[in-house]
């Protein structure tokens, strides 16, 4: 399939499925009141470009909203959505859950990272009171990509550096039109550039994976390994005069695209390679770097909460360590920065989950490990499918329902606004819940 069919049977898919309803004849200038250069907190891409438009204090439809936003606009403006609870019912709701945590330490805290800067410094701060700790939904791999950072330098670059000047971009083992569907299309093919000035057709895409993928028809080079031949294909591209014995028929033209590209863009999922995979991928950047000749840049493009960049700072700024923070020790007597994920759950006495008010990914349910843990729950949407919990305190969904201060996958901070219009913005922040359940501890 060619590149402009692929395009146009992509953007058919998610007009059929992502569609707000009302006639698509409509005219733009039917509409009460209309937001432009909005920004969308549903994934770490934080598209600025979104615009709504509202008719009778609903929204009937969206201009460059991907499936994700969507349906996290869907999970707080629906018709059948729950209406906020009276301040004394929710009141009941925090002394109920702050009552089943302190019965139950230590305390973990999951799901801050799809939540804004304030609730991600509250959620620390909850950790602490109750004694436990609070952890991205991706802790494993988000620890093993920043020792990595720490112990072979630091490789990376802004989105709209890799937009404006990488003429190379690999995907290894991350999808992104599974994950943040405008990727492509805003940084890393598609985008025209300061120096790519034509997009794709000054790049060269490859992607690594197991397994066929969505993005392989866009692909110039695509490598279906397993896992453990990573190591061995970078070091066939790192040094392709020797080849190191590694046989695919991509591998010279990619060796190719590489050798004659002054900036390379490797986006990875920490969650899916070994770590002698990150340790060659750093190597080889280092390397590259070092050189002077070449700018190698590698992004994680984690498939876990929209400000997982945030917590990262936050934690960073806390606990001196970006992967989560907590005054707890495993049942083992290990450190907390030192175990593995399995001891850090089986570890906790009770766990409060902050949901992303949307279907969960798989990358984002709890482990089995956790199934009989008493369980709190704050929810942006009932209508979400997370898990029951034997206590649910409804809040308002950051990005839309409340401001909110998130960072994009690079790093750079931008501050989300709310939607005005929208009519259900009496439920509290989750900033402000995480306080509440800190003010009944004490």
Sequence with gaps: MSIQKFIKASIEDEQQETAPPGPLAESFTDFDAEYHSMLCAGCSCLCDDISYFF????????????????????????EDREPPPSPHLLSDNVKQAAALLRAHPPVLVLGADS????????????????????????????????????????????LDEVRDRAESVIFWRADPLVTHHRHLSRYSLFARGRFTERGNLDRNLAAVASHK?????????????SIDQDPALIEALAHPQVGGGFDHRDLPALARALQGASYIALFVDPEKVTDETLDALFLWS????????????ILPLWDSGSNIEGFCRVSLELNASPWGGASVRTSAGAEPEKASWEDQAGSVGSVLLISTGTDPSPGCILPTCLAEKPLVVIDPSKRSATLDGQVVIPAALPGLESDGVFFRADGLPFDVSKLEPLDNNGFPTVAEVLADLIAEAR
């Design 115 to 158: 939540t804004d800067e304030a609730a991600i410094r509250t959620s620390f701060e909850l950790a602490d009171t109750f004694g436990g700790i609070s952890l991205p939904w991706a802790f494993p791999g988000l620890r093993r990509f920043y020792e990595r950072a720490k112990k072979f330098g630091w490789a990376t670059g802004l």
């Design 55 to 78: 008719k009778k204090g609903s929204v009937t439809r969206t201009l460059n909203l991907c499936e994700v936003g969507w349906k996290r606009l869907c999970a707080v403006s629906s």
């Design 213 to 225: 993928t969505v993005i392989e028809p866009l692909c110039q080079q695509f490598f279906e390994l």
């Design 286 to 297: 280092a390397k590259l770097n070092t050189e002077g000749r070449k700018r190698m840049v």
